[in-house]
């Protein structure tokens, strides 16, 4: 029998308190400087940005440094990176952009150099507090309480789980892409044990390996058609990006890897203005099938890259869906003044099954409304991301709280993560590495893409454990 085996090794919580100590520092020299600069001083965000993007490029370095298995187990590496594409890499866009691309991005709403600053200061401020709350979790209770469930499921072949994770994972996805009625949180998130099959399948070696490799190739051409044909970046990549982590952890071939990344960011990049047009066309279009989204598609193609169309999608460089200052500073100002979100609102309704109480609001409409303020239109969503999100909602206690949950939740998957890779149990690897999957959307709201999905995992994770632990197994074992 196979067992999960990942190179590398594990780093436990409190080594990122210095690195919390580092971010709090860059988040007050920010929040101080803005009361000292002048609205066109866009070089103070540049000074910052740039500071803090080679910090957090040398805490990557040695992130990675310590293997795969330390980047599987500590979903704060990915959190870091996310961090540095969205909100350092991101908003130098309007420092050293072309004077095009600035005055589309400050056309969709006005903001300044003191406005960009601050809402940056609120990102480093609130990372600070979520690395200094990991860093004092303890998680030995935990990883204690959960060994009992890998002690069943430390049985299970990798083999075994690839083709389980593929059964479920495409019903799933089927009924998910079926029909908007059946789509939900549920739905959703069964749907993504197709990227643990993707993963299984590429990393596996041994009897039928080539068999395994060619249905993960398979299962993720056809996961990224789909997630083209619903005009979603994320669900197109996706399958792709977990192919090369499988493809990584099977064989570290640098330069197969590189090739592949080269190649990811050449097609984002040709997809990034067609993709924005379809959403507007299949706004418009009284078909919306998926069926029929081909020819939606191939209209989107044509008028994105026409330099005599002025479309949302030909105004949009991939550089600029990585900068969310200026939706930062639209979300500030609304909550400045009294127009704040409802994200948190939402938050004890995750844990009710919709199929309990079917008239649960919808906890993913967040970016809808934002996107409603700012532009009239709920036909697309407009993230600010976590930190920011939490002041949409509550001011400045809403970033803390925010940052505080979150931490916890992140270091909850953390320690079963560790211990899932320590029990060497394949089947356990979805719950672990959904940590990491949450963390890079650190781009989203909190409700939505943290503690949601949360609520989902870890309520059936725990009554799991309630099962194991009220001796359920014991009974079956002897009547046997």
């Not at 994770?165 to 009625?181: L, P």
Request: charged residues 15%; contains cysteine.
């Amino acid at each position: 029998m196979q067992k999960l085996t990942i190179p590398g090794r594990m780093r436990l919580p409190f080594i990122w308190r210095k690195v919390s100590i580092v971010y709090a520092s860059f988040g007050l020299f920010a929040f101080a400087s803005a009361y000292f600069i002048n609205p066109e001083d866009w070089y103070m965000l540049g000074l910052v940005c740039v500071s803090a993007l080679v910090y957090s490029i040398n805490v990557l370095f040695f992130g990675f440094r310590d293997g795969m298995k330390r980047v599987v187990t500590d979903p704060f590496v990915i959190l870091i990176a996310s961090f540095s594409l969205y909100f350092l890499f991101g908003p130098l866009l309007l420092v050293f952009g072309s004077e095009e691309q600035i005055s589309k991005a400050l056309k969709w709403y006005p903001a300044n150099a003191i406005d960009a600053v601050q809402v940056t200061s609120m990102n480093f401020i609130g990372l600070a507090i979520l690395l200094f709350v990991a860093s004092t979790f303890d998680g030995s209770m935990l990883a204690k309480a959960v060994q009992p469930a890998f002690d069943i499921f430390n049985k299970i072949t990798m083999r075994s789980a690839f083709w389980l994770f593929t059964a479920i994972g495409s019903i799933a996805f089927g009924i998910a892409n079926s029909s908007d009625d059946l789509k939900n949180g549920s739905t959703l998130l069964l749907s993504k044990l197709l990227l643990m099959a993707i993963l299984l399948g590429t990393m596996y070696r041994g009897r039928g390996e080539m068999r395994m490799h060619s249905f993960a190739i398979v299962i993720m051409i056809l996961a990224s058609t789909v997630g083209l044909l619903n005009f979603s970046k994320s669900d197109m990549f996706l399958p792709f990006i977990v192919l090369i982590f499988g493809l990584y952890l099977r064989s570290v071939n640098t330069k197969l890897i590189i090739l592949l990344i080269v190649i990811m960011f050449t097609a984002l990049g040709l997809v990034t203005k067609p993709t924005i047009e379809a959403r507007v066309l299949l706004g418009k279009s009284e078909d919306t099938r998926l069926i029929s989204r081909p020819y939606i598609l191939q209209e989107a193609f044509l008028k994105a890259y026409d330099d005599r169309s002025n479309t949302a999608g030909s105004n949009t460089t991939m550089w600029s869906r990585l900068s969310y200052i200026t939706a930062q500073v639209a979300s500030v100002d609304f909550y400045d003044q009294g127009q704040g979100g409802k994200d948190l609102d939402l938050m004890f309704w995750v844990f009710v099954p919709r199929i309990i109480y079917p008239d649960k609001p919808i906890i993913t409409w967040t970016g809808n409304e934002l996107n409603e303020q700012m532009t009239g239109s709920y036909g697309s969503s407009t993230g600010v991301g976590l930190f920011v999100g939490g002041y949409y909602c509550l001011g400045w206690p809403g970033v803390i709280l925010v940052s505080v949950m979150a931490g916890w939740i992140l270091s909850i998957f953390a320690t079963v993560s560790r211990s899932i890779v320590a029990s060497g149990v394949t089947i356990g690897l979805p719950v672990g590495l959904f940590g990491n999957f949450m963390a890079f959307r650190i781009d989203g709201y909190f409700v939505g893409d943290f503690l949601g999905p949360f609520a989902m995992i870890m309520m059936t994770f725990l009554t799991l454990l309630f099962i194991l632990h009220a001796g359920i197994p014991n009974a079956v074992s002897k009547r046997a």
